[in-house]
């Protein structure tokens, strides 16, 4: 009876399994598929219930866990020793551009705050690939420990309209990292998730003419600033005067309406009398960032070059019309700060050439006699 029972009871025949990793697809969420397909409900469940692997973005880019924009590769490093940031631009990874198809795409560079096309550098295009390659460096000359602390550097991965005769489209994202925690004269690498672009709807008060969008990108603009300029100094006691190289601008305020300026520059040492006493460079074409590299003697013996004042002025050529004044520095005895500092160390050590960046001020420096 009690066999008989425990029979009854039996909950049947086994039947035979042909597949044991059916029943234990979670030990291989990643393997490759059998020959013989497993049951696909029970897989796909498996597979969202196992932890993915996460890219490690960098906490200081600004960025989500979403990578449906793709990704970028780059390096920063701010070479302190030559005021200069270098940012190198590797590659990107899994673009989404908005039309099928491969796409042309390259870098733009921004620091905010500050003017946009005043800082504004970008790479060449790569045609015909969703993971473009650059391996190109943008350099932007300059750059101080201030700014280090105060700006933020923005990417951005655009698609170029002109190789395929496009409308401009908007970035196919972009990225903003922080400066201030860089550590000078050492390299970092990121790799940070595209996100898309932000954007700030218009001000009420603001007349659109019809067909413009009510929103506008979101653009963080610079108080007063004018721009800089890197100056060397060196006297010569072979020559017995003083030599003062212009080599270039950075960041200059934009006069013209197309968003850039013709620059050059005017030097003045006062209170020299005559032609012998004003010089100025040559002109540069359409650009907020001109290099110039160009250099002028005063003879004079260094006591008394040491009573003078040297007024540094830029200017935006304009043709038919007065010239647009930019910004201005005074080196001399009458300075202050790096100003005085660069004067006095080139005149107290013969022979040595010392070169500075300078700010620019937005006034035009008035000397009386």
Known sequence: MQEHMAIDVSPGPIQPIHLISDYFPHFYPFAEHALRAPNLRTTAAAIRSAPQPQPDPEPEGDSDDSTALGTLEFTLLFDADNSALHCTAHRAKGLKPPASG???TYVKANLLPGASKASQLRTRTVRGTRGPVWEETLT???????DAACKTLRLCVCEDPRLRRRRRAPPLGELRVPLRKLVPNRARSFDICLEKRRLTKRPKGLDTARGMSLYEEEVEVAGEERGRILLSLCYS???????VGVLRCAHLA???TNGYSDPFV???LHP????KSKHKTSVRKKTLNPEFNEEFFYAGPREELAQKTLL???WDYDLGTANDFIGGVQLGSRASGERLRHWRECLGHSDCR????????????????
């Open 140 to 146: 932007y000359h300059g750059f101080t420990p201030q």
């Open 237 to 243: 006691s072979q020559r017995g005067g003083l030599l």
């Open 272 to 275: 020299n009398v005559g032609k």
């Open 312 to 314: 540094v002025s830029v």
């Open 266 to 268: 005017r030097l003045f």
């Open 354 to 369: 010392l070169e500075l960046w300078h700010p620019l001020d937005g006034e035009p420096l008035q000397l009386s006699n």
């Open 254 to 256: 934009p006069m013209d």
């Open 102 to 104: 491969s796409v042309d």
